[in-house]
């Protein structure tokens, strides 16, 4: 897998670029030298796969119905090839889940994008995500976020996500491998949380982690398929309330009628 | 020349064959889903077809040397066991994967190709068996029945004591024991086997030891990859294999605990261990010490709500597993609790490894363990509860993917509904709580089922006897037997205000009551209860997206919600975006019957248009007919009355096991008679079949009133009232197809390894289009099917007759 620097990975605070603290030269330089070939392919690739996202962005997540246009932008930007096993990297832009390992998966894009979308971040918000996976949707809100937190409970993934993002220069996101189960209570309150590990209950020390204002969204469904997105909503005064909300448009449920 | 000891061969081979089957089954649903015991029995049967179409060909080369081929097959087939087992954990098939990969269908395809060798050796063996001994064909045939049938009972006791994955070993034994009785009476072939054997075997079992691979989508392997898990105690039955897991990760609860809960005051949730079923579902088993603070979170779910309407004393509680409902009974002083469980190892697990972690609480002076399936412990020996409860008995993921959406279930029907109303005190509740799904349907179901169980009890409003409410991720629907006070409504109000919960109905509930906590976009409830209440709601079942309609014991398919009729205006609307959303269980059902019909117009096409001896097409249409009808036939009888059979007996898995052995071995009585009398067989299949259309047509009507009549009677007896009720009708079963058998040789002996071949296929089309057809239409609609096409072949045997006795 071509692990070169992207310079569309830059992170912008403020409108100011992150320069990530690797010089791009002399990383480029070296592994240009230990990669040549993979270089040279991934150059070849790149336009192509930028071809893909474009088409991904148009035909299926604004389709669907997608229109904040910071998450489209993001989402044209953000290169989900890097984050799928090289086998799989021809099917990084279909609009569909992807296994990456461990019994886990990758959301298919328009579900990224959507979850991204319902969070309604703006770029000073902080975020907590719970279950990395593949660090793709990390990456997609470190796009859009000040900071993203992000626990994976599997070391392998988390190492394996950890230094993906780091490699992309992705510095306004973190890795910890641990027990999400209770939040990452250092950074918190958060402006929004994301739990992709679907369990029996949402875990209380995330609610508390969550500012008053803030959403959380948890999807639901069998492994590869989300059936339900989960928004709570803490309001101002505390209180909680909870949409349940499908990503798909369903056929009328009674014939119409 | 036949070897005098063929018939115990055969016997030994079809009890090997059977018992790999079962292993099979258990292999897969461990490693994979349950759905794969019916691929496993597709495999099977397209295997012994296979046979048959090889058969064809071999006929005419190895004429004369069918022991040969017999002593060959067998001795591979010994071998086959370990080999094709070990070959299988090589391939690296996912059942998700199939959407994301396309390669997953060849490792499918090399799955079934591997796995069918075993079947398609013994097919061969038998079918090479029927050609030698032609004369008495239905003696053959007879072994091979019994055999099945014994091979059906020993795994069964076997999958008691060993792993799935090590029956494959052990079942070399009997298979090498037929290679060497096939030897018997040839000294050089004896030894020479021996020591072909001692080498093989040896070999294999140094190597092939082949550990499970279990998919790495299923909970107890994703549990398995936390760092601190680890397995600490295992125990398995034919019903399933349970792994305690013990990690400080595992936190299950009986559904959202309310945001109001008092977190802080109240301490973390209680330590659990994950008690694991087939890999996959769990049941939690918590840390009690005595103390209830740390389970006060057990009244904050939706599934507290009946104890604050009534003062429940005696509580029975259904599938209690782990005993997080006991906990949740106990912590309120109740005084009394039957748990029913139906797999005896929750409770041996429990009290052998755990008793001093779980606080020993099914020794609890207040609780009594009952190991039975609910209905029938309810029917025999059940009396009077304040409260019934059927916490949900599936897992959040399982529930989410409709993985049960095959099985029956006796608990969830309007017969059923309407046995615990009879069963529950003048205040009594049934309380049932299942995981909510989108879009929603259980809940609709059992709503409509507890309507149409209240009005069969001559209630003139039910509504005044139901409340609903739900969390986010749980529904909990209670039935009362008096209609509910005003007082209890308040109750019900208070307790939803207090908890943050939502009300779906009671009587009186305002629309602001409903859909403000937890809010779905489309207003489904406010849409369906109002119709669900009419007397006309058969309208609303027929439109909804889903099948709603209720479970009847003719038809217990509680789980199963995918409609035929719904189908074209769900690829209209939402092209395959619908497929996540509905029951995977019955998609892979119909994906299996799709392949098993490729595969028989394959098999059986093949040896139709290559034959080289010539047979007229009339004849070769009525062989056809003849093998499809009573193929078909067989498995439909055979699948709708171990169903009925079961709610009788109760305790599933022994009682199946003995019930199909009984079937089997008086099948094969049948064909041992068919046989003796084969000079008239016209006349014997007459009467064979006059026997089978009396006997179902007079169990459809009579059985209930019998199983009620038994229904205090002890297990034992049951058994051997059931054996005594099977045995004339599979008797008769047993007839038909010796009796075709033998009017081919006769006439038309070329076409002998071709019927074989139609018989596999009809068998395996039969079974998986049976539990089709169950779950649309019931069991007696399967009967009745199965009548008419027994009749179908009887007119066909009689024109067949009237045909060759022209030529």
Known sequence: ?257 | MKSRFLYPAIFLLSAAGMAYQMALMRIFAIAQWHHFAYMIISIAMLGFAAGGTIGTFLRAKYAGAESNVIAGAAFLLCLSFILCYAFSQKIPFETYQLISQPKQIGYLLALYGILSIPFFLLSLCILQGLVLDSGHLGRLYAANMIGSGAGALGAVFLLNWVRPEKIPYLLTLPAAAACLLLAVGNSRRIVRISLALIFSLSVLFKWADTPLQISEYKGLAYALRIPDAQVIAQSQSPLSVITAVRSSMIRETPGQISFRYPWKESGPLPEQIGLFFDADSISPLNRFQGDFKPFSYLDYVTSALPYHLINAREVLIMGPGGGTPILQVLARGVEHITAVEVDPRVFSVIQKHFKDFSGGIYEHASVTTVIAEGREFLQSRGSAYDLINIPPLDSFSAASAGVYALNESYLYTVEAFKMYLEHLTPQGVLSITRWFKTPPRDELKLFATMIEALEKTKVNEPGRHLAVIRSWNTVTLLMSRSPWHESQIQSIRDFIQTRGFDAIFYPGVRPEETNRFSVLQDPVYEQAIPKLMERNREQFYRDYLFDIRPATDNRPYFFQFFKWKSLMRLLKGMGLEWVPFVEWGYLILLATLIQAVAASVFLLGIPALFQKEKIAYPTKCAVFLFFTSIGFAYMFLEIAFIQRFMLFLGFPIYAVAVVLTAFLIFSGVGSFAADRYSHSNLVFLLLSVAGIVIISGLYLLILPRVFAFGVSWSRELKVIASIFLLAPLAFCMGIPFPSGMQKLCHSFESSIPWAWAINGCASVLGAILATLLAVHFGFNFIVILALLMYGVALGTFVLFQRNYEKI
């Open chain 1, 1 to 257: 897998m071509p692990t070169i620097k992207k310079p569309g990975s830059c992170v912008f605070k403020e409108g100011v670029p992150l320069i990530p603290k690797v010089p791009i030269i002399p990383a480029f330089i070296v592994l240009l030298a230990l990669q040549p070939g993979a270089q040279a392919r991934a150059s070849e690739e790149e336009p192509a796969f930028a071809q893909r996202r474009k088409a991904m962005v148009e035909e299926t997540i604004q389709a669907r119905g997608v229109s904040d246009p910071a998450v489209l932008a993001v989402m044209k930007k953000v290169e989900r090839h890097l984050f799928v096993d090289p086998g799989l990297k021809d099917s990084a832009y279909a609009d569909r889940p992807l296994p990456i390992g461990y019994g886990q998966t990758i959301s298919q894009p328009y579900i990224v994008a959507l979850m991204t979308e319902l969070l309604q971040l703006d770029k000073d918000d902080v975020v907590l995500e719970v279950g990395t996976g593949s660090g793709y949707q990390a990456a997609v809100l470190g796009e859009i976020a000040k900071e993203v937190r992000t626990v994976e409970i599997i070391p392998e993934l988390g190492d394996l996500a950890r230094s993906r993002l780091e490699q992309l220069g992705y510095k306004n996101v973190q890795v910890k491998v641990g027990d999400g189960y209770f939040g990452w209570r250092d950074h918190a309150p958060y402006d929004g949380i994301i739990v992709t590990a679907a369990a029996t209950h949402i875990p209380p020390p995330l609610i508390e982690q969550l500012k008053p204002g803030g959403r959380m969204i948890i999807p639901v469904g069998p492994v590869f398929y989300v059936q339900t997105l989960i928004l709570v909503e803490k309001r101002e005064d505390g209180s909680i309330r909870q949409k349940s909300l499908m990503p798909v448009r369903f056929v009328p449920l009674t014939g119409g009628k």
